[in-house]
């Protein structure tokens, strides 16, 4: 099922038997083995179980179930396992990029005890993705049970489960037929979205936030990942929903079938937060450091929240490297780095620069300080129960370039490539096509220093003084800087109805990538219980 994979959009939009000694078990049975057999029981678990038995109807040995489906093909270990593999790489597509949402207003919220059923159909099932953060949330007692459901159609949607704390809140909702059955499924609302606000003494508060989708058969799995920290005691989440997918067969084969329904449900419940900010934990960071070409950094402080934590810092330039950047004081940079246990194995590592520019939004410019707040989150940092080092990897500043190329395009070709030098750069410029729509396309080879160049502003003018906006397209990894093996990208330009008799190639913005700086320290493991410090 397409709706195993964990991916991640920035607006609140969605894409989109045997004998009679041996009777064959019923859904019922396989319902209840899967629960027996979780990696971890509840305290109460067997009282339940014992409760649960007493009224349980058993079917005939004929009947199916959604919840039978088996994973097959498509299990959702192995798509969690590839889609971590494509999170963690650093595998490029320079196309299309999309900024986020912020959302909005209150209501109350009423608890219910999960029954059975409900732990079946769960946030925390076998073939969900369960990351450390949420074990330990589960753990720590903190899985909330709203009473929100929405009809229509002949399906209702329920919140099955909430994780919250002030750096994320994750929600699990299910699909029910019109006699109260789960149905194998997922949310799918095109035009709907999520209103994500705090709530203060009748004060309203937009929360700024990412969301990642998921899930497993019967629940689909909500992530909002927030861009600053919610420093209030209580959410409410407005979800608008006009569309869902309903699935039937073992997805990858050939009997599974789905359809679409459409049709207008609206959930609204509130999040209690004041339990998890009991169990978080603020620890100022006092240390200071200079990166050798330009950057001033400030750590502020670490939070361990029930569900993961988050690091703030505030970076600023020297006077030097602001005027070399773009935009001069106010230029952006970046911090790459990774967290590391004692042994030196990597727990986490920085997003890249597309991911924190313009999906993410994990930063704040004061204009009249010059500082840039930053903000990460991490679903692993259990700093006060393991010694976590921070490790600065590289830095990049967004600076001013005149570096430039000119060449005849039609004497270029793969086998004559022109050399674009510039900042440690050596590219290949591959020959020009032209074809019948007006697009101009420059195959890229050579190798890079600065991972970024793709995202650099590119200009090409022929001999005529005519400028072509140009851009890179395809895909390339940031982790081999050699472009000759196994990439695919290319220059490509507008309206250019004829090839240049010469042509000039600018790089006029650089994001450059330096990696002279030697910094690395011990997030400090004690501090103080709240969202705000003591």
Do not use: C
């Amino acid at each position: 099922m397409t709706f195993w994979n964990r991916t991640k959009a920035e607006t609140a939009d969605l894409k989109a038997g045997a004998g009679a000694a041996t009777p064959t078990p019923t859904p019922e049975d396989k319902k209840i083995e899967s629960v027996l057999f979780e990696d971890r029981l509840q305290d109460d678990f067997t009282d339940r179980v014992m409760l649960e038995l007493e009224g349980i109807d058993i079917e005939p040995a004929g009947n199916s179930d959604p919840l039978d489906l088996e994973p097959g093909a498509s299990s959702i270990a192995h798509q969690v396992k590839r889609q971590h593999a494509v999170r963690k790489s650093s595998r490029r597509k320079v196309w299309g990029l999309t900024a986020a949402a912020v959302v909005l207003a209150g209501s109350t919220l009423l608890y219910a005890q999960p029954t059975l059923a409900d732990m079946v159909r769960s946030l925390f099932a076998q073939n969900s993705y369960v990351d450390n953060g949420m074990k330990q949330a589960q753990e720590a007692g903190l899985v909330q049970h709203p009473d929100a459901s929405a009809e229509d159609q002949g399906y209702t949607l329920k919140v099955n489960e909430v994780i919250a704390d002030s750096t994320r809140l994750i929600v699990g909702i299910d699909i029910y037929d019109a006699k109260g059955n789960p149905v194998a499924g997922e949310i799918q609302s095109t035009n709907g979205n999520f209103n994500l606000f705090d709530v203060d003494r009748g004060h309203i508060g937009d929360i700024p936030y990412g969301i990642m989708t998921g899930g497993n058969t019967t629940t689909s799995r909500f992530e909002f990942v927030f861009r600053r920290p919610v420093l209030k005691d209580k959410l409410q989440l407005d979800a608008y929903i006009n569309q869902i997918a309903l699935h039937q067969g073992t997805p990858g084969s050939d009997d599974f079938s789905s359809k679409t329904v459409k049709g207008q449900w609206m959930l609204r419940f509130d999040v209690d937060l004041s339990k998890a900010k009991a169990q978080t934990l603020l620890t100022p960071i006092g240390i200071s450091y200079e990166t050798p070409s330009g950057i001033r950094i400030q750590m502020q402080g670490a939070t361990r929240t029930p569900s993961g934590g988050s690091l703030e810092f505030t970076t600023s330039l020297t006077p030097e490297a602001a005027s070399r950047a773009l935009n001069g004081q106010s230029g952006f940079n970046l911090l790459n780095y990774h967290l590391e246990d004692e042994q030196g194995n990597v727990l986490e590592k920085s997003p890249s620069m597309t991911e924190m520019e313009f999906s993410s939004r994990r930063y704040e410019l004061d204009r009249w300080s010059g500082l840039t707040k930053w903000f990460y989150q991490f679903s692993n940092f259990a700093y006060d129960k393991q010694q976590i080092r921070f490790v600065l990897d590289s830095y990049m500043i967004r600076e001013k370039s005149e570096a430039s190329v000119v060449f005849d395009p039609s004497q270029a070709s793969a086998e004559k490539p022109v050399l674009f030098e510039d900042a440690g750069d050596s590219l290949l410029l591959k020959g020009l096509t032209i074809d019948s729509d007006g697009y101009g396309r420059i195959p890229i080879g050579g190798t890079f220093s600065n991972p970024n160049f793709a995202s650099d502003t590119w200009v090409a003018v022929d001999e005529n003084g005519k400028e072509y906006r140009m851009y890179a397209g395809g895909g390339y990894s940031e982790e081999n800087p050699n472009l000759d093996d196994g990439a695919d990208l290319a220059f490509m330009m507008y309206d250019m109805e004829r090839m240049p008799k010469m042509l000039t190639i600018k790089r006029t913005v650089i994001n450059r990538e330096y990696k002279d700086a030697d910094w690395s320290f011990i997030i400090p493991s004690e501090g103080t219980s709240g969202v705000i410090p003591q």
